[in-house]
């Protein structure tokens, strides 16, 4: 897990070659995949995701925002 959010921190803040979509989705898999393995949920997983995007318009924030669940404002705090 740590490699995929690490992998996501970096193409967030502007790192990679030619980064596209389909690395950044790629990543968001790899991520969900090894949270399956270890038990944790893809909310908690998009909760993570979603403290890393600094903006919505970013490549990937837009990326990723249909892939990931709804905000929930009852898990906010």
Known sequence: MECALCALQWMEAGYG????????????????????????????????VRSLIRNADSLVGRALHTRMEPVRPWSRQ
């Open 17 to 48: 070659y030619e980064v596209s979509m389909t690395d950044v989705t790629d990543g968001y898999d790899a991520l969900v995949a090894a949270a399956s393995v270890s038990k944790v949920s893809k909310a908690a997983v998009d909760d993570c």
